[in-house]
């Protein structure tokens, strides 16, 4: 992760590992006051910025809601959701491309669907519309969907999927994006569209499954040097600072 996170992100992971979803739900919640107050060295959250590492802040309300939600705290999950819907509205005035501005009405969307608030597929219609109508200024949606801004918000979805998909990547960025870039307004508003059908699905499966996997990191497979005492996968996920199984999510040990 390249923006300062004060090390809450690490915790948030462990935090998942132990299925104390409260704890990561603070932990996220931590990383993102500390990522939307100092993004990275030298960079001002109220400077416009062409990579948008601001975004990373939004994915973490997202993220703590869905923990909170999971956790049996809908009430703090709804607050997360407000916070993460007031930022990014307040982050249009600063982000000067339209582009971005349509990625951080995506933003609001996602909050509102991990909140639990109402308004969550129409702030994705809304989203849609806004990318449609960004596409004047856009000659190479490839680049714009790679940016911080925008592979931070695709992140949140990622996790949920993969939650549902024993471990593996369930939506990948080919799935987030339209077919053709040629047409870049059709291209990226396949995001919110695609977002639309599956986010709110995925948030309910896993709060009515009560687990929420971590986010998958660096991966290996059917290795001779780790096995989950859980599970008895041999699948490992490095990500953040913890070792765990790629099938569970709990931690794994050294064989």
């Known amino acids: 992760m390249n923006t300062d996170d004060g090390g809450h992100r690490d915790r948030a992971v462990a935090a998942l590992a132990d299925r104390d979803y409260e704890t990561a739900g603070d932990a996220y919640t931590r990383a993102a ?5 100092d993004p990275r060295p030298g960079q001002d959250p109220f400077d416009a910025d062409e990579k948008g590492w601001v975004g990373d802040g939004l994915a973490a309300f997202v993220r703590s809601a869905v923990c909170y939600r ?22 249009r005035s600063v982000l000067d491309r339209p582009v971005q501005r349509a990625c951080l009405d995506e933003s609001v969307a996602d909050c509102k669907t991990a909140g639990g608030l109402d308004g969550g597929p129409a702030a994705h219609d809304e989203a849609a519309e806004a990318y449609r109508g960004a596409a004047d200024g856009v000659d190479d949606p490839q680049y ?20 549902v998909a024993n471990g593996e990547i369930a939506v990948a ?29 995925l948030v309910e499966r896993v709060v009515d499954e ?8 660096t991966t290996e497979y059917d290795t ?7 599970c008895g996968s041999t699948d490992v996920n490095w990500v953040a600072d913890s070792v765990l199984c790629l099938r569970c999510s709990r931690p794994t040990e050294p064989t």
């Not at 049996?72 to 307040?90: F, H, K, L, Y």
């Not at 001779?224 to 859980?230: L, Q």
């Open 33 to 37: 006051w500390r990522v939307l107050a």
């Open 210 to 217: 009560g687990f929420l996997a971590a986010p998958r990191g």
């Open 224 to 230: 001779d040097h780790h096995r989950c005492p859980a």
């Open 70 to 91: 999971v956790a049996g705290r809908p009430e703090r999950a709804t607050r997360r959701g407000v916070e993460g819907v007031a930022v990014a509205r307040d982050l």
């Open 144 to 163: 714009w969907g790679t940016t911080p801004l925008f592979e931070a918000a695709a992140g949140p979805l990622q996790q949920l999927a993969r939650t």
């Open 173 to 201: 960025w080919e799935d987030l994006h339209g077919s053709d870039p040629a047409h870049p307004g059709a291209f990226l508003a396949h995001r919110a569209t695609f977002k639309r059908q599956r986010f709110g699905e």
